[in-house]
């Protein structure tokens, strides 16, 4: 059993655009929780809906991540090689399209073959990414309801990727839009862009275009659903502790969510900062023919 945490809010520490930057999760007592467990997913089947993470808000490109390894999962900035990780700006788009975070209390299991996909082909080993395509530019660490709409099925490093779109329940359009149909017809030319952004953002890096399962066909709200369903279960055998990997992510932090009570995790909050910019560099605009 897991506890349902009522009041949730984020606090940040250190300077963004930099190794400390981090965001936690604070929960209602004032202690700091984790992004990865300690929000409830909130799904709601019939009215297709659940609790989504933002990670990083539309149109910037600091590829700001909830964190496995670190205590209480925070959200941090992705490196590589020891540099801060920035995603390229495809024409017409800088950094993401669109907010793009996670749902809590899922994991994409790497240990075995998605039973929804007639590949065989096993999950990324992190949260569930979930895309929301609304007006509103949330910031990172914000956490909200979103409308699930369909899905894509990514293959990215040969690793099964799904990318769940979504719209924030407050967005006046998402009354509007029940699947991806309707985004399509309300929408024109939003699917389109988001799927190619997708298929070669990591280009200009010298990787080749990412692939899709069902010939690149968005999937329904019936299937996405059942995605996030599964990925809740492959996170409750997560931290259950009943299964065994290296690169499996610590189940520690999970500790708050159960009913053994809370673990205050010991994490220095630096004085938060706006002072850095962003590299000149992540500004350069990449153009693609694809």
Known sequence: MFRFIRTLSSVRSGSRYSPEFKVYLQLDDGKIGSFFHDVPLNLNKSARTASMVVEIPRWQNAKFEISKELAANPIVQDTKKGNLRFLNNIYPNHGVPHNYGAFSQTWESPLHPSPLVK??????????????????VSATGTIKTVKILGSLALVDDGELDWKVVVIDTNDPMS????????????????????KRWFEIYKIPTGKQPNKFLFDGAYQ??????????ECHESWNQLVSGD???????????????????????DVELLPASDANELPQDANAISYIKH
Not at 119 to 136: A, K, Q, T, Y
Not at 220 to 229: A, E, F, H, I, S
């Open 220 to 229: 329904d709200v019936d299937l996405t659903l059942k995605v996030v369903q």
């Open 243 to 265: 299964l065994a990997g290296e690169e499996l992510p610590s189940i520690e932090n999970a500790s708050l969510t159960q009913t053994k009570g809370h673990t205050k995790f």
């Open 119 to 136: 590949e065989r082909i096993s999950g990324d080993n992190d949260p569930l990414d979930v895309i929301d395509i609304g007006r509103f």
């Open 175 to 194: 009354k509007e839009v029940s699947n991806t149909a309707d985004v399509y017809e309300k929408m024109p030319g939003l699917l389109e862009n988001l």
